[in-house]
């Protein structure tokens, strides 16, 4: 494989908010292991992480630079194994109120098994772990006033830390069966949810899908 460049635009949980993007990957596949190392820069117009934020607070959009690797080996016999993880940096672009120091860390990962040919030719059966994109660490700062001089008529500001990091840690394990049907391609899966949303407190999110597509 070798590098390529991919260019276009996306849009956030709210289409009024557009957000734009630039990714740089490289390839590259030696002896049953692929790999891949990419580099995505994230401009978020009236969103940060495809959140909104107050509009007192200052925030107008952000930037974020992503770290992707991921790897796939065929170990043999259909079995393949394979791991994701992205890492993110984002600064958030703000007026007065913003102080130096503002970004936050954050991180996803998954592994996933598969075998092919388990109990029909061409079926596949996989199963995966994974934590979707969380917040980690960093915080927004703010310079917030705090109080009023009125003998000098002035305004006393203090800095202000908002920590962003859940409490929480969304764990997700998925099953899945997939096999050429009719034409077309059936799949079943089942997952389970910790901590959905990375909220601690949430109950465990459990369901089940079945999926029939074919062209025509």
């Keep these: 494989g070798g ?3 991919v260019e276009g635009a996306l849009l956030t949980h709210d289409e009024q908010h557009p957000a734009s993007s630039a990714t740089l990957a490289l390839d ?3 002896r049953g292991l692929e790999t891949s190392f990419g580099f995505t820069w994230l401009a978020e117009r009236d ?3 495809g959140g909104r934020i107050a509009p007192a607070l200052g925030i107008g959009g952000a930037d974020t630079m992503f770290l992707d690797a991921s790897g796939n080996y065929l170990i043999g016999n259909g079995w393949r194994i394979g791991a994701e993880a992205r890492a993110g940096l984002t600064r ?3 007026g007065e109120l913003v102080a130096r120091g503002s970004q936050l860390f954050s991180e996803a990962w998954s592994f996933d098994i598969t075998r ?3 109990l029909a030719r061409g079926d596949t059966l996989g199963l995966r772990i994974s934590q979707p994109l969380r917040v980690s660490g ?6 917030l006033p705090i109080a009023y001089d009125y003998a000098n008529e002035t305004v006393q500001f203090a800095r202000q830390s908002l920590d962003l990091s859940p409490q929480g840690r969304e764990i997700m394990s ?3 069966w997939s096999l050429p049907l009719w034409g077309g391609w059936a799949s079943a899966s089942a997952f389970h949810r910790r901590q959905p949303g990375h909220f601690a407190d949430a109950p465990d999110d459990v369901g089940a899908l079945v999926r029939f597509n074919a062209a025509f």
């Design 138 to 143: 960093g915080a927004l700062r703010f310079d």
């Design 47 to 49: 969103t940060l992480l």
């Design 92 to 94: 958030p672009r703000g």
């Design 3 to 5: 590098p390529r460049f």
């Design 116 to 118: 092919t040919g388990i």
């Design 28 to 30: 590259r596949s030696w």
């Design 174 to 176: 998925e099953a899945s």
